[in-house]
């Protein structure tokens, strides 16, 4: 099992950035990791995924071109930058992690999420 907290919301104008971190409490290499969102009054949505070592992603076409999630195994943090940010990007971030060999929705474990609000 794995614990996740992610950090670095917060308020920014549109046009600005944002990084966000995602750090485990164990290993995560062996887990494909993800980012979801929920903004208020919508359903939770994947914004991006990325598998064991990196090597391939997965984005939301709403966020393509904008957003890069990486990762960092041996410092067990996965790593959302949000570029050229839209008031449409305001939602909970949540972290994910599970255990396959695919890109998916349903993912086993998750962080408690953090706030991400962009001002027109």
């Known amino acids: 099992q794995v614990q996740l907290v992610e950090s670095g919301g917060g308020s920014v104008q549109a046009g600005g950035s944002l990084r966000l971190s995602c750090t485990a409490s164990?290993?995560?290499?062996?887990?494909?990791m993800a980012w979801f969102r929920q903004a208020p009054g919508k359903e939770r949505e994947s914004v991006a995924q990325?598998?064991?070592?990196?090597?391939?992603?997965y984005y939301a076409d709403s966020v393509k071109g904008r957003f890069t999630i990486s990762r960092d195994n041996a410092k067990n943090t996965v790593y959302l930058q949000m570029n050229s940010l839209k008031s449409e990007d305001t939602a909970v971030y949540y972290c994910?992690?599970?255990?396959?060999?695919?890109?998916?929705?349903?993912?086993?474990?998750w962080g408690q999420g953090t706030q991400v609000t962009v001002s027109s």
């Open positions: 994910a992690a599970r255990r396959g060999t695919s890109f998916r929705q349903d993912y086993d474990y």
């Open positions: 164990g290993r995560i290499s062996a887990y494909f």
């Open positions: 990325i598998n064991w070592e990196g090597t391939n992603t």
